[in-house]
């Protein structure tokens, strides 16, 4: 892969369902990410899609009354109508049953199956069709029908009428089929995954879903089936035209299909990012199914978990399914992306909490940094009438005693010690590691700090004397510059709210510098801020209602 270009995936969302918070959560992840790496320098390419050859498509379609791929365009548009009202900047949104998709699975499958890693056999055991995947005893939990509560399976338990072994997720019994599939030999890759793991310590994040994949791959691995003879609706075999590729087969090359442009060199994936109920397709199967097809490796899968809604698991039955647009119009998508960003760990399991969001939105944007902002501009403002310069004249009153200290050698930069050198330094590990919670945290603890030098200097106390309308101004424009360096970064989070800022202080090329991969250029840049009137609030708050 050329060195400046970044390829990142979102799950494969299933189409049969209309994206809820709990994905959005992923896509604005990656959206995040995404944006980070082209400010930076990186050309890059974000793909999402949705898997429409399942059979669980099929099913809905009929319940609906409609053909199938009537269901599937509108399921699409309704898909892609998500994305775009969150403003996720994707740049490939494919189909699976996209014509260039289909002609590419069926490549890779005369490959390895000429690679001598797909033979034909009758398959007899449990399906989960909510799953798309074979099960096994182990992948079962029990569920009493009367108290609809699930345990552990174990062979003190008698099954009944009323105990019956159902799949975790789905809470439905699988299906028992017997039919004539073909298999992947993946226990030939069974030593080329152990050492793919061993070579790649950090080949899934975090590491303790990690050390679960590693501890399933050692129990040994078996074959798995990857056709289906009864689904007529799919992919279809090279070698035989009468069975239908398995869903995850099928679905799983697609992040190779967007690469298919001759003149793109985007693969292999530098980061795929996936829920944790998927992460076996892809560290064990999909390694196997590169290999017999001659594809390098992904380098990396970061491994989301799951929310719920106020302690309950996400579920239409339920109604508690949020629409993350609808919710993003009535507070802010800002206020969305900064409570899953900044409350939960990527890798943990969380709850969404309405009026916890709106706390946080308010302590975190609207307090914090919004009113920051408004301190620097009001006080500005004050300084004379007219339109106003802020610029940097003199440092001496900044001492090595100071919160802040500056190098005072240095001609045409700032150069903070250590506190703003500090946080770019932590916040660009924290992003360069996924770990995105960490960047906010680190942020608005910078900005706590910046807060804190303000109530230090009182620069409101300042501007009535008229004798320290130097220092004050010296003031202002250390708040200013500390402000656009925080901005600079929280534009990977925020960026409409964080170009509004630059458009406000005459910053006016900055939106275009950024998107033109001068991040770094622009951390080191000495603006002049012009300051011409007290604006609507940043981040407005939003009361909480009982």
């Known amino acids: ?29 990656a959206d995040c990410i995404a944006r980070y ?36 365009d509108i399921m699409a548009s309704k898909h892609k109508a998500v994305w775009d009202g969150l403003w996720i900047q994707y740049t490939d949104f494919i189909r699976t049953t996209e014509d260039r998709h289909h002609k590419f699975v069926r490549e890779v499958l005369q490959k390895s199956y000429d690679n001598g890693d797909i033979y034909e056999w009758v398959y007899e055991g449990m399906y989960c069709v909510g799953c798309e995947a074979f099960k096994k005893d182990d992948d079962l939990v029990y569920l009493n029908k009367t108290t609809n509560k699930t345990f552990p399976v174990s062979k003190d338990v ?57 501890a399933f791959v050692e129990r040994w691995l078996d074959d798995f089936s990857i056709s289906r003879e009864t689904n007529k609706f799919g992919i279809h075999l090279p070698f035989d035209e009468e069975q239908v590729a398995y869903v995850w087969y099928d679905a799983l090359f697609n ?16 980061l795929h990012i996936v829920g944790k109920d998927i992460i076996r397709f892809h560290a064990i199967y999909w390694p196997a199914m590169l290999k017999s097809a001659w594809y390098e490796m992904p380098k990396q899968i970061l491994t989301t978990w799951f929310f719920t809604v106020n302690w309950q698991k996400i579920s239409k039955s339920l109604g508690n399914a949020i629409d993350p647009v609808e919710f993003s119009k009535k507070y802010s998508k800002d206020l ?17 909490d309405e009026k916890q969001a709106i706390l946080t939105y308010n302590a975190k944007l609207a307090n914090n940094l919004g009113n920051l902002v408004n301190r620097v501009v ?15 004249q003199v440092d001496e009153f900044l001492t090595e005693d100071s919160l ?20 770019l330094e932590k916040f660009q590990n924290s992003i360069n590691k996924y770990d995105l919670k960490s960047c906010l945290d680190i942020t608005f603890s910078f900005l706590d700090k910046l807060n804190k030098f303000a109530d230090i200097k009182q620069p409101w106390q300042m501007i009535k004397d008229d004798d320290k309308q130097e220092e004050i101004r010296n003031v202002l424009y250390t708040l200013a510059e500390w402000l656009r360096i925080v901005w600079l970064a929280l534009y990977t989070f925020f960026p409409v709210k964080m170009n509004e800022m630059f458009v406000k202080l005459w910053l006016l ?16 840049d000495f603006p002049i801020f012009f300051i011409k009137e007290k604006w609507e609030n940043l981040f407005s708050r939003f009361e909480i209602k009982d």
Request: hydrophobic share 40%.
């Open 1 to 29: 892969m050329a060195k400046n270009n970044f390829f990142i995936t979102t799950p494969i969302y299933y189409t049969n369902g209309i994206p809820h918070i709990g994905h959005s959560y992923s896509s604005i992840i």
């Open 37 to 72: 790496q082209k400010i930076t320098g990186k050309k890059v390419k974000f793909s999402t899609w949705v898997d429409e050859n399942s059979q669980k498509a099929v099913l809905k379609a009929e319940e609906q009354g409609m053909d199938i791929m009537s269901y599937l």
């Open 158 to 214: 008698v099954i009944s009428d009323n105990i019956i072994k159902v799949c975790p997720d789905h809470l439905t019994e699988p299906q028992i089929l017997k039919e004539k599939n073909y298999f992947f030999k993946l226990s030939n890759y069974q030593k080329y995954i152990e050492e793919l793991y061993k070579k790649n310590p950090e080949f899934v994040v975090p590491n303790d879903r990690f050390n679960e994949v590693i």
């Open 255 to 270: 992040y190779i299909t967007v690469c298919q442009n001759w003149q793109e060199d985007f693969w292999p994936a530098d």
């Open 336 to 352: 969305l992306t900064l409570y899953l960003l900044s409350s939960f760990n990527i890798w943990q399991d969380g709850d969404f």
């Open 378 to 392: 009001v006080l500005s403002l004050k300084l004379q009438n007219e339109t106003w310069k802020l610029y940097w």
């Open 404 to 423: 802040f200290s500056i190098d005072e050698d240095l001609v045409g930069f700032l150069k903070w010690k250590p506190t703003i050198l500090d946080y």
């Open 509 to 524: 090329d900055y939106k275009n510098r950024l998107e033109n991969w001068e991040f770094e250029k622009l951390l080191v």
